[in-house]
Nanobody, 120 residues
Framework: QVQLVESGGGLVQPGGSLTLSCAAS????????INWVRQAPGKGLEWVSY????????RYLDSVKGRFTMSRDNGKNTLSLQLNSLKPEDTGVYYC?????????????WGKGTLVTVYS
């Protein structure tokens, strides 16, 4: 079955860095675009970043541009999100989510998330 498993979250001070990972299985990873989406405590989902199936194209939420970097290793079926210069407002559960085939704005499978807490 399709699985996406996030890891790498933790407690970080403002200005710190963290690397999140997402391990994918149960599907042809290299055929799918992937997104990172986050949810601050008690709030709704917020799209963070996108990467094309090949890794050639990335897009980011304006507030994280220049601070976050998304990448993928199709040989290892993994995604990474490098978070730098973290701010308290970056706190939340970060999910990797597979884009629906042929429907770029939809995400059909999600991981359970990994919590990032930016706290001073």
């Amino acid at each position: 079955q399709v699985q996406l498993v996030e890891s790498g979250g933790g407690l970080v001070q403002p200005g710190g860095s963290l690397t999140l990972s997402c391990a994918a299985s149960g599907f042809t990873f290299s055929s799918y675009d992937i997104n990172w989406v986050r949810q601050a405590p008690g709030k709704g989902l917020e799209w963070v970043s996108y990467i094309s199936n090949t890794g050639r194209t990335t897009r980011y939420l304006d507030s994280v541009k220049g601070r976050f970097t998304m990448s993928r290793d199709n040989g290892k079926n993994t995604l990474s999100l490098q978070l730098n210069s973290l701010k308290p407002e970056d706190t939340g559960v970060y999910y990797c989510a597979r884009a629906s085939n042929g429907i770029s704005s939809a995400m059909d499978f999600w991981g359970k998330g990994t919590l990032v807490t930016v706290y001073s």
